[in-house]
């Protein structure tokens, strides 16, 4: 008898009680019951260019999986690229409309009392009622049985609500065409797959050697300087050249820096 009153009290933690809980931490959401929603864009549609310039060297395993390229540690380095993804964000108002304590809550109310109450009189006349662990057991069950069982008087509740939900879309993940580089007065274009010429690399590479005045990004009219600190030139140098010159006290690995350009609506999704 023992261990069926233990196989039950792992059953329910208290219908009633787990519904308080509910109300008061304002999640009755998830009493929601036969839920349908309608989604209505909004009209503000946002378009961005995210850069990402990698600062240690991208390598790629030479053999079927990197785990085998892991074990004999042979890689191929791939050529410096910049990664390029073109997004759209943009928000939707969405309509839901439900109820709440319909049919289904009621028959799940009434199998919750059935079970506490059962657990409460288990308790009661087959332990010990002198212990302060079996009486808890028998007042708490008991009274959330009591509360269970008004709940199976609560009326329907009809759901209406509105919610802004953001939507996010990935366009593509080429470099479009008209993106630079400049590095100290000198403009080097980015192609589609990310690349600046070996002319761009050295005159990257040099710069990271003794960083001067800020690299920028430039798309059409739209400029973003690139946040180099210590600690992404020192990456850059110490990956590339084992360089630790220039690296401060506690450095701290940065693997890529990037950066985000707001572009006019359909600007990115042209064909070109």
Partial sequence: MKAIMLALLATTSGCFTSWAITQSSGNQRILDEGMRQERVPLPDVRERLHVTMPLA?????????????????QFDELPFAFECVSTQTASDTVYRSGFRYGGRWKKVAAAMFVIEAGIAAAYYFASDREKPGNQLA???????????????????????????????????????????????????????????????????????????????LTYRDRVIDLQLGQNEVCTWNRTRHQDQSACPAYWASAPAIGASIEVPMGTLTQLE
């Avoid at 060297?57 to 540690?73: D, G, L, M, S, Y």
């Avoid at 080097?188 to 050295?202: H, S, T, Y």
């Fill in 138 to 216: 028998i007042g708490f069950f008991g009274l959330d049985a009591v509360g269970t069982a008004a709940l199976l008087f609560v009326p329907r509740k009809e759901i209406y609500r509105k919610d802004v939900a953001p939507v996010h879309s990935r366009i593509r993940s080429d470099c479009p065409a008209g993106l630079t580089l400049e590095i100290a007065g000198e403009t080097f274009p980015v192609d589609a797959a990310g690349r600046v010429g070996e002319l761009g690399e050295a005159a990257l590479d040099g710069w990271m050697r003794a960083p001067s005045t800020p690299l920028r």
């Fill in 57 to 73: 060297p991208q390598r790629a395993p030479k053999f079927r999986t990197a785990a085998i390229a892991n074990e004999v540690n």
